[in-house]
């Protein structure tokens, strides 16, 4: 049943099936990378392969390249993959690389100083969060960077989950003096960095030899993680029950997801990509699409949540009691349950 479920404060378990990467087969190519000054150069190798010429007899698999629909990437027509880090040998011109800060992934960008390409991103953070081990972390290649570039020869898909991300935690206003910006160091031994977030400037003062993605990124967690996303529905749960692999269908998974609605509580307006079954195990849902009739659903009723509708109304019936459903989905990997309207 539809809504734009809000998410935990708590970081969610680190789920494979939801990474928008596929495991290593043991048939690995090998490519070249450079900007488009050649300032920065670097080799990497990925598994599953880019290319249908690189496939044998025994792995046929090939590695599926997403185009990132956050506000960011698709303004660069980032097309990213993610290798493992210990298979990425930077080559040349290491000191020209720069960082970028984006609070809505928590993560660095890399960018070549000179040209001002997008080179990747540094994904150590997420992964820290999620307690991967350092030697199965990976990183995001901008595959625009590849040498002899034809995204003719790629397997390419939207990563429809970053389009679904919201609002970044900061960002660059319209006015030059919104834009982030490192001032002039204060002394030798500190320097301050003021960025305009949402809920007024964040100052920074601190060491130059500090790690500054850690320590912007634990500033801005203790001044936005006390309240959810002002565009998150407050109180409604979502968990994540399963998430399974189709063999026959590469690319998509079955998901079956709890949603728990507290009394009361009325779902914004939203549609989803996929139709969904549901099952309501507890309590009982009003439920609205455009252009049907209004229905409602007790405890132990199904219902079929319709794709590319719009919901217009999902709500508790109840002003006292939860209502508690399941949602079983056939949905592409990474791709979002519902999108808010």
């Keep these: 049943m539809g809504s734009a479920e809000m998410a935990s404060t708590e970081p969610p378990a680190f789920d494979p099936n939801l990474v928008p990467w596929a495991p290593p087969n043991g048939n690995y190519g090998h490519y070249a990378l450079h900007c488009h000054c050649g300032a920065i150069r670097w080799n990497m190798k990925l598994s599953p392969p880019l290319y249908a010429e690189e496939l044998t007899p025994e792995h046929r698999e090939r590695y599926t390249v997403s185009e990132c629909m956050c506000s960011y990437c698709i303004r660069n027509g980032v097309l990213a993959v993610h290798p493992f880090v210990k298979d990425v040998e930077w080559t040349r011109g290491l000191e020209h690389r720069v960082l970028y800060l984006t609070a809505a992934k928590e993560n660095p960008l890399w960018i070549c100083g000179k040209c001002h390409c997008l080179l990747g991103a540094d994904l150590t953070t997420l992964f820290t969060t999620f307690g991967v081990p350092e030697d199965q972390q990976r990183c995001t290649m901008n595959m625009r960077m590849l040498k002899d570039f034809d995204p003719k020869k790629l397997v390419i898909r939207p990563m429809m989950v970053s389009r679904d991300m919201g609002q970044p935690t900061y960002y660059v206003g319209q006015r030059d003096q919104d834009q982030p910006s490192i001032k002039a160091p204060i002394s030798k031994e500190t320097t301050q960095l003021s960025i305009t977030i949402r809920s007024?400037?964040?100052?920074?003062?601190?060491?130059?030899?500090?790690?500054?993605?850690?320590?912007?990124?634990?500033?801005?967690?203790?001044?936005?993680?006390?309240?959810?996303?002002?565009?998150?529905?407050?109180?409604?749960?979502?968990?994540?029950?399963?998430?399974?692999?189709?063999?026959?269908?590469?690319?998509?998974?079955?998901?079956?997801?709890?949603?728990?609605?507290?009394?009361?509580?009325?779902?914004?307006?939203?549609?989803h990509p996929r139709p969904a079954t549901g099952y309501v195990l507890e309590g009982s849902v009003v439920s609205l699409w455009q252009g049907g009739e209004l229905e409602s659903y007790a405890a132990g009723d199904s219902f079929v949540d319709l794709g590319e509708t719009v919901h217009l109304r999902s709500e508790n019936a109840s002003t006292t009691g939860w209502l508690r459903m399941v949602m079983s989905y056939v949905i592409e990997v990474g791709e979002p349950n519902v999108v808010p309207l």
Excluded: C
């Design 200 to 271: 007024g400037i964040l100052r920074l003062t601190y060491a130059p030899d500090t790690n500054i993605h850690d320590a912007l990124t634990q500033s801005i967690r203790r001044r936005t993680m006390a309240q959810p996303p002002p565009d998150q529905p407050k109180g409604i749960k979502r968990t994540i029950l399963q998430t399974l692999p189709i063999p026959e269908l590469p690319g998509w998974e079955s998901r079956l997801v709890l949603l728990e609605y507290p009394p009361g509580f009325k779902a914004p307006l939203h549609n």
